[in-house]
């Protein structure tokens, strides 16, 4: 018998040489709270956070770091989850934009993004959003030039920057009471 041009022998011994990969036990926090799995070594931690924890805020724009849609917190650090593997996170603590609001109330970040207009189509939003939270956690006081350098890593093909700009200053004077 052939299966396109692949007698079932050669088949059969293909697919005996394929390595089986083994699961890994994963354990990570993510916004507060505790997860287990058992997951592939090559998964993405986007992946994780999507698929198996049904974490859906963190967008998949490139998977190649360019355009930032997936960054979130990792032990305080912003990385983009698309190169980094799930693996890597364990036993670490993970943000995501779903864990920016906080017992039914927006965080000011979020509020003054709607506020000062700093979103359109809204798929770049949640890695600004954790760019910005990041930054605001280093410097509650940043220049316009730091925001830009804090949000450098993120593209928005919508808004010319500006708003989100002002959004992000807007935010930092809220957060520290002004």
Same mark, same amino acid.
């Given at each position: 018998?052939?299966?396109?041009?692949?007698? &079932?022998?050669?088949?059969?011994?293909?697919?005996?040489?394929?390595?089986?990969?083994?699961?890994?036990?994963?354990?990570?926090?993510?916004?507060? =709270?505790?997860?287990?799995?058992?997951?592939?070594?090559?998964?993405?931690?986007?992946?994780? #956070?999507?698929?198996?924890?049904?974490? %859906?805020?963190?967008?998949?724009?490139?998977?190649?770091?360019?355009?930032? *849609?997936?960054?979130?917190?990792?032990?305080?650090?912003?990385?983009?989850?698309? /190169?980094? #593997?799930?693996?890597? *996170?364990?036993? @670490?603590?993970?943000? %995501?934009?779903?864990? #920016?609001?906080? +017992?039914?109330?927006?965080?000011?970040? =979020?509020?003054?993004?709607?506020? $000062? $207009? !700093?979103?359109?189509?809204?798929?770049? %939003?949640?890695?600004?959003?954790?760019?910005?939270?990041?930054? #605001?956690? +280093?410097?509650?006081?940043?220049?316009?030039?730091?925001?830009?350098?804090?949000? &450098? @890593?993120?593209?928005?093909?919508? /808004? !010319?920057?500006?708003?989100?700009?002002?959004?992000?200053?807007?935010? &930092?004077?809220?957060?520290? @009471?002004?």
């Amino acid at each position: 018998m052939r299966f396109g041009g692949v007698a &079932a022998n050669q088949l059969k011994a293909v697919m005996n040489t394929i390595e089986v990969i083994e699961p890994v036990a994963v354990e990570v926090t993510v916004n507060g =709270q505790r997860y287990q799995r058992e997951v592939e070594p090559r998964m993405l931690l986007v992946q994780l #956070l999507r698929e198996e924890l049904r974490l %859906t805020g963190t967008h998949i724009g490139c998977d190649t770091t360019y355009c930032g *849609a997936c960054t979130i917190l990792l032990n305080g650090d912003p990385v983009k989850s698309c /190169t980094v #593997l799930a693996v890597q *996170a364990d036993q @670490g603590e993970v943000l %995501t934009v779903e864990g #920016l609001e906080k +017992d039914g109330k927006l965080h000011p970040l =979020q509020e003054a993004f709607s506020e $000062h $207009h !700093g979103l359109q189509c809204g798929f770049c %939003t949640p890695g600004m959003l954790m760019s910005a939270y990041a930054l #605001l956690a +280093d410097n509650p006081a940043p220049s316009r030039q730091e925001i830009r350098k804090g949000i &450098a @890593g993120n593209l928005c093909r919508c /808004t !010319g920057y500006e708003n989100i700009l002002n959004a992000v200053a807007a935010a &930092a004077e809220e957060m520290r @009471g002004e």
